[in-house]
């Protein structure tokens, strides 16, 4: 039977606001349980640390607990391929970060697409990078260790804290960009790599800032920049690694995500508590004392931060040939 179109029309109308009314409704009493955030990484390290700071606030304020599940394994694609495959109802998220737009490139074989089946849900923060030496490497700044390691061509070791980490390709592209020549030796974690580094095994690592800071305000490593275009307030006297070599930026980033298809109503709070948060004095003090900045913005804002990192550093993968292990 053949509808008349006016009641055609009322049909598909009264149908398509059904699922919108019970998106409101769901919107409004979530979270009505308690959410699980994701975090490919084990507990501890920097992505963790932002990961609870983040969850207590929205466990304070939306009155259900936000509980960080930690499931390391496969550069965080195990847990991000997890995410991808969950309920989208806001129950199950995912703490994003910088490692996610590297396996993107190098990884051709994944079960999923990263821009592709998790949605941007809100940006937490970015680190700079540093660049630091042992203090017995004799350069004192960016310009001194560039001749340095010029005059010591394949005989620095730059330590990482793991293959085809954001510590490695900030390295990656310091030598694309002034011709030097140091071995990558990557380590399980920042931890480590930062043991060798201060007993002299190494020579120079470009690491988070907040697991080196403590190291640089006691004087065991000797920074000689950081990584951001700007200065870092956490330290105001190290200079960019911009003013040396224009173009340079390496940053690492942090954000919540969910499974694609998530009600936007249920992304749009979320979204606004996560802001809220990043503008209180106290939490932003916090960030502040670990050498992170809070990054503030929509999905949109946050989606495509992902998508310039993601082509940044493909760009970084291929002009290397990196592969993974």
């Not at 009505?32 to 969850?55: E, K, Q, T, W």
């Not at 913005?297 to 493909?314: C, H, M, N, R, V």
Request: proline share 8%.
């Amino acid at each position: 039977m053949k509808l008349p179109r006016r009641r055609f029309l009322h049909l598909a109308a009264s149908a398509a606001a059904l699922p919108a009314v019970s998106r409101n409704a769901s919107a409004q009493t979530y979270p009505s349980r308690p959410v699980h955030l994701i975090s490919g990484y084990a507990a501890g390290g920097p992505n963790d640390i932002v990961a609870r700071l983040m969850s207590q606030w929205l466990s304070e304020h939306l009155g259900q607990p936000f509980i960080i599940v930690s499931s390391p394994g496969g550069g965080s694609n195990t847990a991000a391929e997890a995410v991808a495959r969950a309920t989208p109802d806001g129950y199950t998220l995912y703490c994003s970060s910088s490692p996610n737009a590297i396996s993107a490139t190098l990884y051709d074989n994944l079960n999923f697409n990263f821009i592709r089946d998790i949605a941007p849900v809100a940006s937490i923060s970015f680190n700079p990078l540093v660049m630091e030496v042992n203090p017995s490497v004799p350069a004192k700044t960016v310009p001194q260790f560039i001749a340095y390691a010029k005059a010591n061509s394949g005989k620095l070791s730059m330590a990482s804290n793991g293959n085809l980490s954001t510590s490695q390709l900030a390295g990656e592209l310091f030598k694309m960009m002034t011709g030097v020549t140091m071995a990558n030796v990557p380590y399980r974690g920042a931890a480590p790599a930062l043991t060798d580094l201060i007993g002299g095994q190494m020579q120079v690592m470009f690491d988070i800032l907040p697991s080196s800071i403590e190291h640089i305000r006691a004087g065991e490593l000797r920074a000689l920049a950081v990584t951001t275009a700007m200065r870092s307030e956490a330290l105001p006297d190290v200079p960019s690694l911009s003013d040396f070599l224009p173009g340079y930026e390496a940053i690492s980033w942090n954000g919540l995500g969910a499974p694609k298809n998530m009600p936007a109503e249920i992304v749009t709070r979320l979204n606004r508590e996560i802001n809220a948060g990043l503008a209180d004095p106290k939490m932003k003090a916090r960030f502040a004392e670990l050498g992170a900045m809070v990054l503030v913005g929509s999905p949109a804002d946050f989606g495509e931060l992902i998508a310039e990192q993601t082509e940044k550093w493909a760009k970084v993968i291929r002009a290397v040939n990196i592969k993974p292990d």
